[in-house]
């Protein structure tokens, strides 16, 4: 997985937090994904998936804004997206259903991102 990149992976960043979204989305960019978002809630997130192709993945904040970010991780799991979650939760805060979805805990990295969407996008 050591040499796994994002180069021309479409990767959704759903984020709330403007400065950590903007970061995370041109950290991402440096290593050669395309950027779909940031989006900072549900709303959003939904309506660029239905006038986007398919991403590659997502990285979704649990919690936007106070809403817990569930329903979408739903509508991406049943899109076929792979995904993580990031999160200053710990796991007890994610439903039993997403067991087997990774999760970075904030502060994050893109190393550990790049990582994380490695294993969901090749499992």
């Given amino acids: 997985m050591a040499d796994f990149t994002l180069h021309q992976c479409r990767i959704l960043v759903v984020e709330d937090e403007y400065l950590l979204a903007d970061e995370l989305a ?5 290593e050669g994904a395309v950027v779909l978002g940031p989006v900072s809630n549900i709303s959003r997130a939904l309506a660029l998936l239905d006038e986007e192709a398919r991403p590659d993945g997502a990285i979704l904040d649990i919690n936007l804004g106070g809403e817990p970010a569930f329903p979408l991780a739903d509508a991406l799991i049943n899109r076929g ?3 993580v979650f990031t999160t200053g939760y710990d796991a007890r805060a994610i439903p039993e259903r997403f067991a087997g979805i990774p999760r970075c805990e904030k502060p994050i990295s893109i190393g550990r ?3 994380a969407l490695g294993k969901a996008m090749h499992s």
């Fill in 113 to 115: 991102i790049t990582a």
């Fill in 26 to 30: 041109l950290e991402l960019a440096d």
């Fill in 81 to 83: 997206v792979p995904l």
